[in-house]
């Protein structure tokens, strides 16, 4: 996955923010379609798209076959869902990966947008966008008082759900996560692992989105998610700094012996690898640690997820094989942080 | 501590080889003795010392003091026991630490020679060239029948003990120590953690010395204990090989981590840096490491210690400055080892 083109601030906190509205098509019943239904509802938005000729022209159309690993890599750069990984269907993604169709979800279409950073009024922008450009040639099912009408009730209304992945590894650390998850329900939003729910958050990342897609609009919604994750990214900094006045050197050596087992280990599961990056992209943020860039790490982060490294192989890999590719791609990736490291 | 003057064979694997002789004097009864006639003793042996007035002038005359920082040292350094900085009492030490005459142990005497490598017989000769000189003008309690005479019975007869220092972290892992252990019993021999009874194996280093003492020539003892030692050697460079043949990347990664964490930690327990200073020597051995050598490596293990660091910083350190001091030093002696690793 190339970077995004939609980025916004703290690039070095937010992994990402991702705006996605829920769609469906009148004359074709809610729900789950069959094989041959997603086809011509593929080949429908399809056409749709080439109205607008150099934006179609950046779009791949891929058929998503479940348990593959090309499906699976997918879900593990944020793509596309696991629910549709799972059942199967179509994705229409642009080149750099920051916009997706997908066809087979539980609503008909699902039109996502993903961007660098803190950006969610961008992401939204993009998607209405969209949805305008499909609309002028599909007949989406919408309803005056209720608005657009989706196969599950939680997403009726704007069809909208905006997330942004934030990086709180301090946060994790000093156990204030409970209180702060308890906080964002309270406000209507969900805080969760990153890769959505039923997820741990490995390495301190957490996915911050909203519940409600009805009564607000969706400016409004991405205004109050925006304000929300400021004001984590204020409690982590504030964390961080915490430790680093009450005990600089024990937070040197977290972030030191990450960067150590990093660039040594021979063999790495993602769970290590990603709690050890964590730390690393923490050195970052904080200036302890120098020679690789935040954006760099979110690269190898995706690229050392399982079916990531299967793809790179050509070949499927055994657990013990990922766990060796991952520790030379890891290596090979951080030699930057190597020199800068000045044991 | 300098380097050994005496040194022999496998120097990578063998930390050292020591030789400890057990004399007591006609006319003061056996056991402890008042502060008075340890004083008066040494006066003696040090008296003795000057018939030889160019080994005389190597010699340190040194009053131990327990419960001190030195006292530690010397026990760290194995240059005293740790019975004597516990009494307390004198040490007469050579310049290169290798030979010192203890004052104030159960005997009257203990005279110790230590080398580098496997070295008893080397040891043994040297001890046995300052007993004679000692013999010439102090009148030791000797039997034609028992031998020499000492404060307890186990160590009758030549009051000789004989230990080697051996590495044998890969027997430790396959845990195949146990096996081992009543080997050496079975043969009159004991095997115990590196500093000697009830203290674990650190970093898989072992103390390998004979039991008794009647009934078998100084240099047959030696003799014996030096096959001993080369057996066990073999065994560990065979489970070496094994493990190195079987799964040479799960060998790597032991090794590099190791590395890894000695060269980035900010805070180091003498435990952990014991652990990973034996697994990197380990790497050197095998030539899976390079840019430190294995004498380097015993000289850091020694320098670690508690006391050797209080002693270098020259005041006393907190457990938590200890482990901030260890670690700084630690990374400054394997800078090679840095270079070497080459990621």
Chains 1, 2 share one sequence.
Not at 34 to 48: G, I, Q, Y
Request: glycine share 8%; net charge neutral.
């Amino acid at each position: 996955m190339s970077t995004f083109s939609i980025r916004g601030g703290f690039q070095d906190i937010v992994a990402s923010s991702r705006v996605r509205l829920a769609r469906n098509l009148r004359g074709y019943r809610f729900g789950r379609q069959s094989a041959e239904t997603l086809r011509e509802l593929t080949d429908k938005v399809w056409d749709a798209l080439q109205t607008a000729p150099s934006l179609a022209a950046t779009f791949t159309r891929t058929e998503i076959v479940p348990n593959t690993a090309e499906a699976q890599r997918l879900v593990e750069n944020h793509t596309i869902s696991p629910a549709l990984a799972q059942a199967g269907g179509w994705a229409l993604v642009s080149a750099d990966g920051g916009v997706s169709i997908m066809i087979g979800e539980e609503d008909h279409l699902r039109l996502q947008v993903m961007g660098a950073g803190l950006c969610p009024r961008e992401c939204l922008a993009e998607a209405q966008r969209l949805s305008t450009l499909l609309e002028s040639r599909l007949p989406f099912a919408f309803d005056e008082r209720l608005g657009y009408l989706t196969a599950c009730p939680t997403n009726l209304g704007t069809g909208l759900r905006v997330s942004v992945m934030l990086h709180l590894p301090m946060l994790t650390a000093t156990h204030a996560m409970n209180h702060v998850v308890n906080w964002a329900g309270r406000q209507g939003c969900t805080l969760r692992g990153a890769f959505g729910e039923g997820t741990a958050a490995e390495g301190g990342f957490y996915q911050l989105s909203n519940q409600i897609t009805l009564g607000m609009s969706e400016e409004m919604l991405c205004q109050r998610l925006t304000e929300m994750a400021t004001q984590l990214l204020e409690s982590e900094q504030k964390a961080r700094q915490t430790m680093r006045e009450r005990d600089e050197n024990a937070l040197s050596d977290r972030l030191y012996r990450a960067a150590g087992t990093l660039l040594t280990a021979r063999l790495l599961s993602t769970d290590e690898a990603e709690r050890a990056l964590s730390d690393v992209l923490m050195g970052v943020q904080l200036s302890m640690l120098t020679g690789v860039t935040a954006p760099e790490l979110y690269a190898v982060m995706r690229e050392l997820r399982p079916a990531s490294l299967v793809l790179a192989a050509g070949r499927d890999l055994s657990s013990r094989e990922r766990d060796e590719a991952r520790a030379t791609l890891v290596r090979a990736r951080l030699r930057g942080l190597w020199n800068g490291l000045n044991v």
